[in-house]
């Protein structure tokens, strides 16, 4: 099994531009994960899907943050636009279903906003 | 509001000694205590995890002790080992809110030879 795959694994841009993360979840899980590292307060969750369906989004920081996934394969996290203060590596998590415990973590997205 | 903590952001020990890295809670809510443990330039993969109506549970040289009046769960690693070398976070989920963790800041063991 590959894993919960993340695309770019580095992106730098510049602040104000837009950014789109990249999600595949392992195949047959049913539950993916958006979180955000940062040194201050680990790992903060974003927002979370169940069969497709947000489920809940109250730690999205503001407006500028979206998240999607239009298929059971495929999440998108969008940051439009980007601020410095929004780098931090970002992790993508999946799990079987909403009755286990156990998340599965891809390997995240170093993102760096100048 | 940090409902879950993990006041020491790192921690040292030698080789072979025991390791213990605590973690508190605030919310009475949760039902199950995740270990995680992530290694640089890698996602957090589970390393144990215990119910919330049990006390203790061991998976060869890890435990994680429970205690639920203090809010405190810790986990033990012995004997500590080089490559335990990693960033430890502690997950707590939430009953009922479709498995949703919450997890601390994350506690930097660095295991010396």
């Known amino acids: 099994d590959a894993g919960v795959i993340q695309s770019p694994r580095h992106e730098v841009t510049e602040m104000g531009q837009e950014v789109t993360l990249r999600c595949k979840p392992i195949?047959?899980?049913?539950?993916l994960f958006w979180y955000r590292q940062t040194m201050m307060r680990g790992l903060e969750l974003l927002i979370y899907?169940?069969?497709?369906?947000?489920?809940?989004d109250s730690g999205m920081p503001e407006d500028r943050f979206s998240a999607k996934m239009p298929n059971a394969s495929f999440s998108t996290l969008k940051i439009q636009p980007s601020e410095p203060r929004d780098s931090a590596v970002y992790f993508c998590?999946?799990?079987?279903?909403?009755?286990?415990?156990?998340?599965?973590f891809g390997p995240g997205t170093r993102l760096t906003v100048t | 509001d940090q409902q879950v903590k993990q006041n020491s952001p790192s921690l040292s020990v030698q080789e072979g000694r025991i390791s213990i890295l605590n973690c508190d809670y605030t919310?009475?809510?949760?039902?199950?205590f995740l270990w995680y443990k992530k290694y640089p330039a890698e996602g957090p993969t589970f390393l144990i995890s215990?119910?919330?109506?049990?006390d203790k549970n061991e998976d060869g040289r890890f435990t994680v002790f429970l205690n639920k009046s203090a809010k405190h769960l810790s986990l033990h690693i012995v004997p500590s080992q080089p490559g335990d070398s990693a960033v430890y976070f502690c997950?707590?989920?939430?009953?009922?809110?479709?498995?949703?963790?919450?997890f601390g800041q994350g506690t930097e063991l660095s295991v010396k030879p």
């Open positions: 899907f169940n069969n497709n369906v947000p489920i809940d």
């Open positions: 195949s047959g899980h049913n539950s």
């Open positions: 215990i119910s919330s109506i049990k």
């Open positions: 998590a999946s799990r079987i279903d909403q009755y286990s415990y156990e998340q599965y």
């Open positions: 997950a707590a989920r939430v009953y009922n809110q479709g498995g949703k963790l919450i």
């Open positions: 919310n009475s809510m949760f039902d199950y």
